[in-house]
């Protein structure tokens, strides 16, 4: 499976309700919706509010990337406003494997954010208990930002620990990606696209939306047609 995850980061908040359909009519898969706090990332977003905001204008599933410090404090919070997928980040979760089971007994999928300098090796142990594996192509903080290359080597470290070991979760890639390089990223093994800038900084986010979707679909074509 393939999906598009459009991140609201770069969308026009005093229009939000249309930003979102313009998506959905782009054939989005999921929302993203990325949570910041000022202190484990230099930049202030929204909280539990915004995403249940959101949750009552789509029905596409919440991808919630909670980059903020202590996530644990607000687990609930986000699973009562609609968070179809939580992500926390390894480098703040001193105790990930009770943080995880906490998001599953919410009933809600658990991810597992990694910065691009942090090495997957950090996750061997609980890599069985994912859902979801979002490795961050930018440092986190700010929409907008150039792809970091050397991602690419990490998201096929990702793919084939997966193989080898028939995992379930879904690799994530969020950070820099448009049409220039979201090819890239599909062959070395990414499974969910996040774009931001490339889909809300321009004229026609459904179009934007649709390009980066028929690339995904197109992609998925020719691996079945491998098979």
């Not at 939000?16 to 230099?42: S, T, Y």
């Not at 890239?184 to 931001?196: H, K, M, S, T, Y």
């Amino acid at each position: 499976m393939y999906f598009l995850a459009p991140s609201i980061l770069s969308a026009d908040f005093t229009d939000l309700k249309n930003q979102i359909r313009l998506v959905e009519m782009g054939k989005a898969d999921w929302i993203h919706c990325d949570v910041m706090d000022g202190r484990f990332v230099p930049n202030i977003t929204f909280g539990p509010l915004i995403v249940e905001a959101v949750n009552r204008l789509t029905h596409l599933p919440l991808d919630v990337h909670l980059m903020i410090v202590k996530p644990d404090h607000y687990l609930e919070k986000f699973a009562e406003a609609g968070a179809d997928y939580l992500s926390v980040h390894q480098e703040v979760c001193l105790y990930l494997d009770q943080t995880l089971k906490k998001i599953k007994e919410l009933n809600v999928k658990a991810g597992v954010t990694l910065n691009p300098a942090t090495p997957v090796n950090t996750l061997e142990h609980i890599l069985g208990e994912i859902d979801l594996l979002l490795l961050m192509s930018v440092n986190p903080g700010f929409g907008g930002q150039k792809f970091i290359d050397h991602v690419l080597r990490k998201i096929e470290e990702v793919r084939k620990i997966k193989e080898k070991n028939n995992y379930n979760f879904l690799i994530e890639v969020d950070g820099g990606i448009g049409i220039d390089n979201i090819k890239n990223c599909l062959n070395a093994g990414a499974e969910v696209i996040v774009a931001g800038a490339a889909i809300f900084r321009g004229e026609n986010p459904t179009a934007r939306t649709l390009e980066l979707k028929n690339v995904l679909n197109d992609y998925k074509m020719r691996k079945n047609n491998i098979k």
